[in-house]
Each structure stands twice: as structure tokens, then as C-alpha cells.
């Protein structure tokens, strides 16, 4: 179970890194919007921002090593 929760969070890792790349930082704007309409009544927009971008690294970074020193 831990390797399956282990290759979960690094495979997370490497995708939040590929974000990270793509990522423009010049831009004040939300960037990688999902936008889902009609959910029980309520509109919801999910996007990255300048600061967020560092808070989803840090989480993926930091849950590896939770797993691992765990």
C-alpha cells in the first residue's frame, strides 16, 4: 500500500513540475482554468495563480518525503 501511495505522489510530483514549466510567470492572470458550470446550482473555476504555483510544488515535494520518512 505504501508503494502504490509512494508512486501516486511521484507521479503528482512530476506532473506539478510539468505545470510549473509551463507556468508564465509575466502573466497576472490565472493560468490552467477548469472551468465546470451547473454543479448543484453553483458555477466553479479552478485556476493557478503566481502564489498557488508555489504551494502546489511545496505539497508535491513535501509528500514523498512524508511517505518515505514515514
Not at 41 to 64: A, C, E, Q, R, W
Request: hydrophobic share 55%; aromatic share 18%; charged share 5%.
Amino acid at each position: 500500500m505504501k508503494n502504490v501511495a509512494l508512486g501516486t505522489t511521484l507521479l503528482n510530483l512530476i506532473i506539478s513540475f510539468v505545470v510549473f514549466v509551463f507556468f508564465n510567470l509575466s502573466s497576472n492572470n490565472f493560468q490552467f482554468v477548469q472551468e465546470h458550470y451547473n454543479i448543484q446550482y453553483y458555477d466553479i473555476y479552478l485556476g493557478i495563480d503566481g502564489i498557488s504555483i508555489y504551494f502546489v510544488l511545496l505539497t508535491t515535494i513535501i509528500m514523498p518525503i512524508a511517505l518515505v520518512a514515514n
